[in-house]
């Protein structure tokens, strides 16, 4: 269950900041079109590259002893710094989601959006293969680990396209996205002071 757990949150942490790939779903679950599909690209997406992710730390880790040590210090230099990214966000404030910026989609079209979200964006490769796995070496249970990280990233986003008509009147404001990036600056401070404490 901890690594479970572990998995899940930082997982669900890294996710939580919106980017391109969660502002692509917010959109299509505030316009109600291709939701399910999208939500679920997205999500077997992450659980793709997550699993290459722990699969390949565990091996190279064994074969290479000292990269998994040096990739946990990478990945909680890189946690400070998207930390102080959303940090600086929630400081600056300025944003607001623009719901109905793109026009309506075939299906074709959206799925290959919803795959280039993902397969494109160098830092969904980052938070799953490079993070997600070298944090995994700390745990005895790689598997486990990465079935908490593959729940939290399906949850997130069945929650964000389902949910996002509720969601709509409260990110059309800016200050909604000054608490939330502040949030996750939090987190990922924590989570990287636990890894170097650690």
Known sequence: MQSLTAGFILSFSLILAIGAQNAFVLRQGLRREHVFVVCFVSGLSDAILIAIGVSSFEVVSRLVPWLAPAFLYAGAAFLIWYGWQNFRAAIKGGQALAAFEIQASSLKKTLLTCLAMTWLNPHAW?????????VSTKYDDGV????????ASFSFFFTLGYGARLLAPLFARPVA????????????????ASLLLE
Do not use: C, Y
């Open 126 to 134: 980052l938070d799953t293969v490079v993070l997600i796995g070298s």
């Open 144 to 151: 486990m680990f990465a079935t908490g990280a593959t729940l």
């Open 177 to 192: 996205w000054r608490v939330l990036d502040g949030v996750v600056a939090l987190t990922m401070w924590i989570i990287a």
